[in-house]
């Protein structure tokens, strides 16, 4: 083997440590970066449920208010108190059965 094959071989080696080195921390990234996606994504799911549960909770307020008021001037209040009424009327049919 000729000085010029090994200092060929020395280089490659070396080329092939870096390049070993550098997939490590790649995968250290990406096992990083999945962990960060899961709690996102779990904080997305959160914030998601929060923003329903406030928004049916606006919508109840806003009908509540309307209905103190007397200001439901196109009944919508009125139509979803029915509505509610309808639905647990259903409901003690079905347990009636």
Do not use: H, P, W
């Amino acid at each position: 083997m000729t000085d010029e094959d090994r200092l060929l071989l020395n280089e490659l080696r070396a080329n092939v440590q870096r390049l070993f080195q550098e997939y490590e921390k790649l995968k250290a990234d990406k096992e990083m970066l999945e962990g960060k996606i899961a709690v996102l994504t779990g904080e997305i799911a959160r914030l998601e449920q929060e923003k329903n549960n406030l928004g049916r909770q606006n919508e109840k307020i806003r009908l509540a208010n309307q209905f103190l008021a007397g200001k439901d001037q196109d009944g919508e209040a009125k139509k979803k108190i029915n509505s509610i009424v309808r639905e647990i009327d259903k409901c003690i049919a079905l347990l009636n059965k």
